[in-house]
């Protein structure tokens, strides 16, 4: 991957991150900002009313080669690209999910078994290309990752609808 396409992941996770932070006190919730060692061991970007923790994911393009993002895939990771445990098993209690009209809140461990059950692990791939609902390690990473259908998520879990208005949360 480019530095470029670094830059523009982080860029977006940042602008989501940022979106989450009014949408949240739209809703009257106090925020606060994750430490750095929160963030990068724990996988937990914001604390609402200093109790509940969240991880924000920005929407994501299908494919690197992509230049629009889109709301039909959400990428999981499993691992991360040291081999570590991915953000699924962090410790947020929510994911907050960027969509092109909000954000849709879920419980982590409820994502953690929908993606668990979705994904063959039998059936690894080697492409981002083949990658759905099936394990796939970037080449010269430790990572793995797998696309899910959103709406499995939207259909079959508990979801919290955070609509944004006048495009803006």
Known sequence: MRATDYKQSFKEGDKAEDSFELAANKFGLTTRKATFSENVHKHIDWWLDDRISVDVKARK???????????????????????????LYGEAYFIALERADGFVLVRREDLVALSEELVDFNVPVTSAAECEYKPYTRRGRKDVISKIRFSDVLNKLECLKWRFVNDTP
């Open 61 to 87: 393009r299908s494919s690197r080669a992509s230049t629009q993002v889109q709301d039909e895939w959400l990428w999981v990771e499993f691992k991360n690209v040291s081999g570590r445990p991915g953000w």
